[in-house]
């Protein structure tokens, strides 16, 4: 018995339709966009929706660099790469600076820097291959090496050479010098938590500690503006804080019975044994040399001020430095702030200007200096800040 046949005719693919909502206000969107036109006009509707595609976009492009750096075999090339894995970042360190590859904005493509430590830095070509921008910063490198020649061997230990003997007339000065006082009051805070920088991509970078503004202590001290002056002796990113009597004494007896008074009227010991402050100490200080005595103050075992210094020892640190001040004396001066010569940070130029600097706040200076240094200073501007110069106080 013969079978049916079939009519031959085969069935047509039902097309298969996805029917696609707003995210906002849930309305079918025939052209599959994810909000439909009303709400496109929307500003924060759109921006939000841009915000979460560039994010889409950032983490499917870093996977495919992450994955892009860890294939990368970097031994036959010419200098040394390390990778931060963290990050996603090569970096190479030199004498002269160091060089860094990162991704760009949204992980799309690769880009290469080039810092020296003279403050000058060279941003690359926009690469889409890792081995493309690290030729580029090769390249670069080899002529920044031509230029730039290696440092010279470090110098002998700082026991191996003459101390400085400073002048008779120097010495006499700061021996001699009439004094005059203030109240101080130094105080060491506990950190408030990480200082955070968000990065447009949406990393954040930890740049330093927080800490109370210097308002904020007077205002918790109980200690009026009008009467006393004060600030971060380091920055605004480290713990010491300085607070100085506005007036100024002209007998130490006299500087001492105030001392006692301001630190009893003021709420210091409050927050030590709150935890807010570390330690804290208070005296007087000479004006004219920055040399402290200090009277008392609080403290933990664990967390003590350092020993402080007597007077001729003071004196005899200003004396050594005004010595290379007045003769310029570059190695002897990096040698005295305990610098070595391959230091990164403090070249040539960078101890020129602390010593000019030092040269006009050093009351024994000549005239004949002072303008030597200005003219030099004038010269020589700098876009970035020194480091302090002044003698420590202890």
Request: glycine fraction near 4%; charge should be negative.
């Amino acid at each position: 018995m013969a079978s049916k046949r079939s009519s031959g005719r085969r069935s047509q693919p039902q097309e298969i339709i996805l029917k696609v909502s707003c995210g906002v206000c849930g309305v079918e969107v025939p052209d599959k966009h994810p909000l439909c036109e009303k709400c496109r006009e929307i500003p924060e509707y759109r921006d939000e929706l841009n915000r979460r595609i560039a994010k889409a976009q950032e983490i499917l492009f870093s996977s495919y660099r992450r994955q892009e750096s860890e294939k990368l075999d970097v031994s036959t090339r010419p200098i040394t790469w390390r990778y931060q894995a963290d990050e996603n970042r090569w970096e190479h360190e030199a004498y002269w600076g160091h060089a860094s590859i990162r991704i760009s904005i949204l992980s799309i493509a690769w880009c290469p820097w080039i810092h020296s430590y003279d403050g000058e830095s060279q941003q690359g070509p926009i690469c889409g291959e890792l081995t493309e921008a690290m030729d580029w910063a090769e390249e670069q490198i080899a002529v920044l090496e031509k230029s730039i020649p290696p440092p010279a061997e470090e110098e002998e230990d700082e026991e191996d050479i003459e101390p400085t003997v400073p002048p008779a007339h120097i010495a006499e000065f700061w021996a001699s010098v009439p004094a005059t006082y203030r109240v101080v009051i130094d105080l060491d805070y506990r950190s408030l938590g990480p200082e955070l920088l968000t990065l447009s991509t949406g990393k954040t970078l930890r740049v330093g500690d927080r800490f109370p503004s210097p308002e904020t202590v007077l205002k918790e001290l109980q200690l009026p503006p009008s009467e006393v002056t004060i600030e971060q002796l380091i920055g605004e990113h480290h713990s010491w804080f300085r607070i100085t009597s506005r007036v100024t004494y002209y007998q130490e007896a006299a500087a001492f019975v105030q001392a006692q008074q301001l630190w009893e009227r003021t709420t210091i010991l409050d927050r030590h044994r709150a935890g807010a402050v570390r330690r804290a100490r208070y005296g007087v200080a000479e004006v004219e040399t920055n040399y402290c005595v200090w009277i008392g103050g609080c403290e933990d075992p664990q967390d003590r001020w350092p020993r402080p210094q007597d007077r001729s020892e003071h004196l005899a640190f200003l004396a050594r430095r005004d010595t290379l001040l007045t003769t310029m004396n570059v190695d002897g001066f990096r040698r005295f702030l305990h610098v070595k010569r391959s230091d990164r940070l403090f070249n040539e130029t960078r101890i020129l200007r602390m010593m000019h600097e030092a040269r006009l706040e050093s009351l024994s200076m000549s005239s004949e200096a002072r303008a030597e240094s200005e003219a030099w200073l004038s010269a020589n501007p700098s876009s970035q800040p020194e480091p302090r110069t002044r003698p420590k106080r202890r």
